[in-house]
Nanobody, 115 residues
Framework: VQLVESGGGMVQFGGSLRLSCAAS????????MSWVRQAPGKGPEWVSS????????RYADSVKGRFTISRDNAKNMLYLQMNSLKPEDTALYYC?????????RGQGTQVTVSS
């Protein structure tokens, strides 16, 4: 079982990034999936979740209206489109199985937003 995130990087305030998460060793379609982030010196923060079929998604208030979660079950892929990025979005972003990211997670991809 493996989750591998990619797409992170450095971006200026107001910029955009698209994170990807490649799942292997299990069928992505059988799990609700989430994105979780952890900023330096802080605990994990749930960002967003999406239902198994992709029809329902939820967002933390801090990212609502700016981030969009999506999935491609045929490709075993999860995505997070991040727009209007702010310095407070700087964190290590993980994809994780389950509601609110409480399950197995990947190693993460770093997102850094400069002001």
């Amino acid at each position: 079982v493996q989750l591998v995130e990619s797409g992170g990087g450095m971006v200026q305030f107001g910029g955009s990034l698209r994170l990807s998460c490649a799942a292997s060793g299990f069928k992505l379609s059988t799990y609700e999936m989430s994105w979780v982030r952890q900023a330096p010196g802080k605990g994990p923060e749930w960002v967003s979740s999406i239902s198994t079929g992709g029809g329902t998604s939820r967002y933390a208030d801090s990212v609502k209206g700016r981030f969009t979660i999506s999935r491609d079950n045929a490709k075993n892929m999860l995505y997070l489109q991040m727009n209007s990025l702010k310095p407070e979005d700087t964190a290590l972003y993980y994809c994780a199985r389950g509601s609110y990211g409480t399950g197995f997670r990947g190693q993460g991809t770093q997102v850094t937003v400069s002001s």
